[in-house]
């Protein structure tokens, strides 16, 4: 395959480094340039995260876009915020191929005009949820879809880590650079939306992908906030209904503490203060059996430098980004839609934005 | 479980003053009054999880509290939920204000509890599970200082403490490091039996075991009602 000519928007997405290390050794991609500020370089790009000296890096999208008309694909990874500005930029500068973050936008008339784009201009859009190509996950998607345990009744699904120091990645739990929009969870309330749900829409997907359905209606709470400065929320539980009668319920939360030392950069093994980082675990429950199973499993344990914590380090590391970005090169070449696009993940964005309205009115939301 | 066993075990252990009592239908009958034991309140993990929240405050301000329970497909869902709102209440020593539950043909449920402090509770139910399997049970809580599970990190099956590979078999036989075993009884059955026991010695604990039970009363009410109608069910509003 020819290689796909590329390049990374932004590239303040927590996600970025991982294509800064895959891409240049992803035989179906010549990466040719990368958008980010000096602050952002000498902050996130540094020792084995630093971009080959070939790649040419810009200080803003525009003048990368500008200055490379030969780009057939981007990578957009820059905050929540800036995804939805950044593929009008694309769109304009006639990039037909994009690969994004998991949340395009949480505002349905922004997304109605993100598939106006697509279906006018053509495009090839993956969304970037790269759970889906988890062997682990396809392994359980084989058992459901077996019968090993019958119809599916239940589903639980865990996706709970640490949550990113605002000095290391602001915009991650800024309201505005995170949702879109500074909106408070409800009347009276200082915490505004953009945190943990807003953060983890991968349970939402899986549990669509599990269950072969869509969400009919979301109930959603959140705690006390666990991080005494945080602007959004931090611990949420979300219990939905899809419309093939299966119960979900999904613990999103930012609940795994991280280390009160100051943050290494890059962030790596020993930062976290809960050995592990990331969890997914999924239990499903059918009428003849349950299934348990954990994402992140594989992986050691140990105490070391830099601060002798007991910490868990995965072993499959970045490992699953590649078949993702093989299926991105492919869809571009053979210009096929990708598995997850921005029709597919539609009803996922929905499901969270029907959480936070159920959370502001305390009641369970309906989706339309 | 062994209800003789157990009542065998109660008898030998109680002191003679202790009045008239008879175990009839799981619940016992003490002085003409039937109390639902709590067995789960005598349980050396749980009591382990309630010294560090409440007791010792170890994660400081609770927020949130998530239990999971898989059972065999004999089990009682309605007693599972008894159990884990108890549990729930117990854990994070505050009452529940409102609740959400949804059920699935009468083997799944799962709830969400906010308690009157407003520390938000998940508890999620299954009696899917083959009559000869363990139960698969799960307790987190998380606090603004750190979490407290009676699971490892990567643990999501009870784990035991000793396992046994015999080269006949092809799955180990386990123990665990309880000293119940002398008794003849299991360790629910011993739990069974040492919350009866307390029952039957303290006029204080049962008077506290009858308010208790008042309390759950409303909170299954409320569960059942909230299926009904696909809604939160504040309980204050049902008092």
């Known amino acids: ?368 | 479980m062994n209800f003789e066993l157990i009542k065998a075990h109660v008898w030998s252990a109680v002191n003679d003053s202790s009045g008239n009592w008879s175990i009839r239908g799981g619940n016992v009958i003490i002085d003409g009054i039937s109390y639902k034991p709590t067995p789960w309140r005598d349980d050396r993990n749980l009591n382990s999880l309630h010294y560090l929240s409440v007791e010792s405050a170890s994660v400081a301000g609770l927020c949130s509290y998530k239990a999971t329970r898989i059972e065999p497909k004999t089990a009682d869902i309605d007693e599972l939920i008894y159990c884990e709102l108890d549990i729930c209440r117990w854990l994070t020593d505050d009452e529940i204000a409102s609740v959400y539950a949804l059920s699935n043909s009468g083997k799944t449920m799962s709830l969400m509890l906010k308690t009157k402090k407003g520390i938000l509770c998940a508890i999620d139910i299954a009696t899917t599970l083959s009559e000869e399997t363990s139960p698969i049970i799960k307790h987190e809580i998380t606090g603004t200082e750190g979490m407290i599970s009676d699971r490892c990190i990567n643990e999501h099956i009870p784990s035991k403490d000793i396992y046994v590979f015999e080269d006949s078999k092809k799955d180990p036989t386990t123990y665990i490091d309880i000293d119940l075993y002398v008794t003849g009884l299991s360790p629910e059955e011993t739990y069974t039996a040492e919350n009866i026991i307390k029952l039957i010695e303290s006029r204080e604990l049962r008077e506290a075991a009858l308010k208790n039970m008042e309390k759950l009363l409303k909170c299954t009410e409320a569960i059942k009602q909230s299926i009904e109608i696909g809604d939160v069910v504040r309980l204050e509003e049902k008092a």
């Open chain 1, 1 to 368: 395959m020819k290689p796909v000519k590329i390049a990374v928007l932004s590239s303040i997405s927590v996600h970025a480094p991982n294509y800064v290390t895959s891409l240049p050794v992803h035989s179906c991609y010549d990466w040719l340039a990368m958008s980010a500020t000096k602050d952002d370089m000498a902050k996130l790009y540094q020792g084995s995260v630093r971009p080959p000296e070939y790649v040419k890096i810009y200080e803003t999208d525009e003048e990368m876009l500008r200055a490379h008309p030969e780009i057939e694909a981007v990578v957009l990874a820059g905050s929540n915020e800036q995804t939805y500005s950044e593929f009008v930029l694309c769109a304009k500068y006639g990039i037909k191929n994009i690969l994004m973050m998991k949340i395009p936008t949480f505002f349905m008339d922004e997304y109605d005009e993100m598939q106006r784009l697509v279906r006018e201009n053509d495009m090839i859009v993956q969304i970037e949820l790269e759970m889906r190509y988890k062997q682990v996950i396809r392994q359980l998607k084989e058992l459901c879809d077996s019968g090993v345990i019958g119809k599916l009744l239940s589903i639980q699904i865990n996706n709970t880590t640490v949550c990113l120091p605002p000095e290391f990645m602001p915009w991650v739990t800024d309201p505005k650079q995170s949702y879109g929009k500074k909106i408070p969870l409800r009347d009276g309330e200082t915490r505004c939306r953009g945190g943990a749900l807003t953060d983890h829409p991968h349970p939402f997907d899986l549990a669509r992908f599990f269950t072969d359905s869509e969400f009919e209606s979301v109930y959603a709470d959140v705690c006390p906030t666990i991080r005494p400065n945080l602007s959004v929320e931090d611990g949420v539980f979300v219990l939905g209904k899809m419309k093939n009668g299966v119960i979900v319920s999904i613990d999103p939360s930012y609940s795994r503490h991280e280390n009160k030392l100051p943050p290494i950069h890059p962030v790596g093994p020993g930062w976290e203060g809960y050995p592990k980082r990331v969890e997914v675990d999924v239990v499903l429950n059918g009428e003849k059996g349950s299934i348990v199973a954990d994402c992140f499993h594989l992986g050691v344990f140990y105490v070391g430098l830099p601060y002798n914590t007991y910490a868990f380090h995965y072993s499959a590391g970045i490992a699953h980004y590649y078949p993702s970005l093989d299926e991105f090169a492919n869809s571009v070449r053979n210009h096929t839609t990708p598995r997850v696009n921005l029709d597919s993940h539609r009803n996922t964005i929905e499901a969270i934005v029907a959480g936070y309205e159920s959370i502001r009115l305390g009641h369970p939301v309906k989706l339309q």
